[in-house]
């Protein structure tokens, strides 16, 4: 069992600003978390931060203890919602373990988390060092408790905790030469990563193709088609062999054939499925490699209910069909959970959302709407060249590189938008900035019904 938390940079800045509050004493918060759970995974995301206060604790620079009026609005709704508690407290001596005293005080205090909240889940505790390395355990409803694998933290840069005991092994031969690049802690963070692809053709193959080298532990494919004859000019490790197969399917031959050890789930579906919605809700970072846009509002919003770092790749390839070229460009967005949109950044429009979705449900409709001019047409077939494609799957895949070990001269926060053209020789920067206000709000909200807040995806869950 794979189980790991996530919290995004903000609310690491935030813990670390009241647990750390300059005197050389403990101090303590409450978290309220969502859950994510696929078969093997449980993923606990920060949903909201509830500091106590100093004044209101018994602090030492052994020990703290605080009042328990803070916990019972907080059990009573995780209860309600379906949610799991965590407590985290500081070490200021630096010790990133638990200590006796964490021991005892916390058999104490999930015995009776256990007791109020009675669901049989999993609750949380959590110890930050000054340097705001985290470790966390879950304590389960037997008194049992079992330490994290690891707690993530998804902001400008991402940084993923490993408690201490799991000492880092060896660099195998195959990652030297990136290891030397980007350093041992990026190796061996690849190696403990999830990582989905949304969308294995033209983007996704390089992507998947390039993580799996890294050292990518595992690797979650989504893709509901088949390879055709029209693929093999862009999709790499695909063969003649393989047309009529899942484009998944052939990406996951492929990756096991390399043989350097990454586990891969291959959903040969769309991601409104609930088995790849629920494979993606447990990931640390997702590639969406998709050419539509409902597809990407919705990974978009899933990243935002479970905290996951989300690199989006577009291509846009403008020709008239008889070698006459427009313009080649694209672009590689990095969002963070909690801050701005896909939509916000003005990738998509509602018109053209709803435009897709209008095509997927009812064609006849669309084309009428079409021909009436009331809609614009959602682009299709367009011309794709592979060499194209791989530039920027390659572009997304630095990106994650240079999150993991910053090496920017400006912070990663100036490179939230990389757009490039190819026929106007550009190649430019936006930061991040602004917030999605109604995405926000679902902010590490984890498993809910209706799903993601979205009634017909909880039909889709109910029928499979
Ligand atoms: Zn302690």
Redesign the pocket.
């Known amino acids: 069992m794979r189980t790991t938390l996530a919290l995004t940079g903000a609310q690491h800045a935030a813990l670390c600003a009241h647990l750390f509050p300059g005197d050389g004493r403990?101090a303590v918060a409450l978290m309220l978390c969502g859950r994510a759970v696929s078969p093997g995974r449980t993923k606990f995301v920060v949903n909201r931060i509830v500091p106590i206060p100093h004044h209101a604790c018994e602090r030492t620079d052994r020990?703290v203890t605080w009042p328990t009026a803070y916990l019972e609005p907080l059990l009573a709704e995780a209860a309600k919602r379906g949610m799991a508690v965590a407590k985290v407290?500081s070490?200021p001596g630096g010790d990133l373990r638990?200590?006796e005293?964490?021991d005892a005080a916390d058999a104490d205090l999930f015995g009776g988390v256990h007791a109020w909240v009675d669901d049989g889940q999993p609750h949380l505790s959590a110890?930050m060092v000054p340097d705001g390395t985290m470790i966390a355990r879950a304590h389960g409803e037997d008194g049992t408790h079992a330490p994290l694998d690891h707690v993530g933290v998804v902001g400008d840069d991402l940084r993923f905790h490993r408690p201490p005991v799991h000492a880092a092994q060896a660099v195998p031969e195959f990652a030297r030469r990136h290891a030397q690049a980007f350093g041992r802690a990026t190796f061996e963070a690849m190696r403990h990563l999830r990582v989905g692809v949304v969308g294995c053709s033209g983007t996704g193959g390089p992507v998947v193709d390039q993580i799996a080298r890294l050292g990518v532990g595992e690797i979650v494919l989504v893709d509901p088609d088949l390879v055709e004859d029209k693929n093999l000019n862009r999709i790499v490790n695909t063969t003649l062999a393989d047309v009529g197969r899942p484009k998944v399917e052939v990406l996951a031959a492929f990756v096991e054939r390399l043989g350097l050890g990454a586990r891969v789930e291959a959903f040969p579906c769309d991601l409104s499925r609930p088995d790849a919605l629920r494979a993606v809700s447990t990931c640390d970072v997702v590639f969406g490699c998709m050419d539509g846009v409902e597809g990407r509002d919705l990974l978009n919003r899933l990243a935002t209910f479970y905290v996951l770092a989300y690199l989006d790749i577009g291509v846009m390839l403008d020709a008239d069909g008889e070698g006459g070229i427009d313009q080649i460009c694209g672009s590689v967005h990095y969002l963070q959970p909690g801050r701005s949109s896909l939509r916000g950044r003005g990738l998509y429009t509602d018109g053209m959302l709803e435009a897709e979705s209008l095509r997927r449900q009812d064609p006849a409709a669309y084309e009428d709407r079409l021909a009436r001019g009331y809609i614009r047409g959602v682009p299709q077939e367009r011309p794709a060249v592979g060499a194209v494609n791989g530039l920027f799957s390659s572009l997304a895949v630095v990106e994650l590189l240079l999150r993991l070990h910053p090496s920017r001269l400006d912070p990663n926060g100036d490179f939230a938008v990389q757009t490039l053209s190819l026929t106007a020789g550009f190649w430019q920067f936006a930061p991040e900035e602004g917030t999605d206000d109604a995405l926000a709000r679902y902010l590490g909200r984890g498993d809910m019904r209706p799903f993601l807040n979205r009634p017909h995806l909880d039909m889709l869950m109910r029928a499979a």
């Open positions: 403990e020990r407290h070490h638990f200590s005293v964490d110890v």
